[in-house]
């Protein structure tokens, strides 16, 4: 069958234990995700596309008999949806692929989730919402301004559709454990940090909450193992890290977190024409709805979660000793 084998996938099949489905396991919050549960006792199934060999199972999203295939394999109890096309300019440019993606596949989970009674968590984003009036509540009217932003929400309003009991989770901007610093819009910034001695501008403008994969993949295993135990969770729900920045300020942080200098950082005050798909100003998430319930975590933070992500891409082995010892 195009797009997947499962055959030394097997003796995952049938165990009595809690299954999960993560989708987009290759993917910067998917590692988090997938490693999240598999820690802690949840058999675990990660499913990847270009990436998944030869440690997660390649399935892909767009093909719906592949999909139907994995699902009735593997008779998870939850999914988690991760896998998206989560670049906002190549959204704009590749439109109709990312919309496969971002909706349709959302449209193919979420029938699968309800057939099977399986409770489907689908990560979402600050960028459903314009950004011009912060905080945002799970109730708050969406207004999304690129592409991406519109793709998310109408993702949201396929897997609510089709599966009533579905959870939604929006999150802002990530960073974690990367393969390569440009998987993050946050460890992007690296390379510029570490280029002491060029000069660089960069954004100051737009207010941003950098949320850890880490801190995320616990609020997802909070809401499966409720989920379990209580059906009423569903919804649409909010978790961010809690210190503001603008990418200019972040770029500091991760200096000072590795005791870099960051005098040749260059504070960008005005959004230059052109720029790529326009980004929301400040959408920050207001995520009471999961701190009432308990089921929302403590952010890491930012200094010491940007020092786990980064510390392998660490050029000069003696900061690496001054900092971590
Ligand atoms: N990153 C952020 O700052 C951010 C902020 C807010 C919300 N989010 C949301 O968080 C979720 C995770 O984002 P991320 O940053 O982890 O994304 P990512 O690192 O770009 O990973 C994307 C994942 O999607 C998979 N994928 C792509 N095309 C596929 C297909 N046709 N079939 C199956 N899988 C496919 C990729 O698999 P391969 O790589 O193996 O092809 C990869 O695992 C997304 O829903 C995103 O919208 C992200």
């Not at 991760?82 to 959302?106: F, G, I, K, Q, S």
């Amino acid at each position: 069958m195009p797009g997947f084998e499962y055959s030394e996938f097997e003796d995952t099949v049938y165990t009595p234990y809690r299954r999960v489905l993560v989708t987009g396991a290759t993917g910067l919050l998917g590692r988090a995700v997938y490693r999240e549960f598999q820690n802690n006792d949840w058999n675990t199934l990660g499913s990847g596309y270009s990436r998944a060999r030869p440690r997660f199972l390649s399935c892909n999203l767009l093909d719906e008999e592949a999909v139907r295939s994995v699902v009735h394999n593997f008779q998870p109890h939850v999914i988690v949806h991760c896998a998206a096309e989560r670049r906002p300019d190549v959204v704009e440019h590749h439109t109709e692929a990312a919309l496969n993606l971002n909706v349709h596949a959302c449209a193919t989970l979420a029938k699968e989730a309800v057939a099977g009674g399986i409770f489907l968590i689908y990560i979402s984003t600050d960028y459903v919402f314009d950004g011009r009036n912060p905080p945002y509540g799970e109730n708050d009217a969406p207004n999304p301004l690129n592409m991406y932003g519109k793709s998310k929400l109408e993702g949201e309003r396929e897997i609510i559709r089709h599966c009533p009991g579905a959870a939604v989770l929006r999150v802002p901007i990530l960073y974690g454990e990367v393969e390569k610093v440009e998987e993050s819009a946050v460890t992007v910034l690296w390379d510029r940090v570490q280029e002491g001695a060029e000069s660089s501008t960069i954004d100051h403008c737009q207010q941003r909450f950098p949320t850890y994969t880490n801190d995320v993949a616990r609020v997802c295993r909070n809401m499966a193992e409720r989920a379990l135990q209580d059906s009423s969770l569903r919804g649409i729900f909010h978790y961010s890290g809690k210190e503001q920045m603008t990418k200019y300020e972040i770029a500091c942080a991760i200096a000072d977190a590795f005791s870099l200098p960051s005098s040749h950082l260059i504070q960008l005050t005005e959004q230059p024409a052109g720029a790529g798909a326009q980004r929301p100003q400040n959408a920050q998430l207001e995520c009471s709805r999961l701190e009432l319930l308990g089921l929302s975590v403590e952010p890491t933070v930012f200094k010491s979660a940007i020092r786990d992500s980064l510390w392998p891409f660490l050029h000069d082995k003696r900061w690496r000793q001054t900092v971590f010892h």
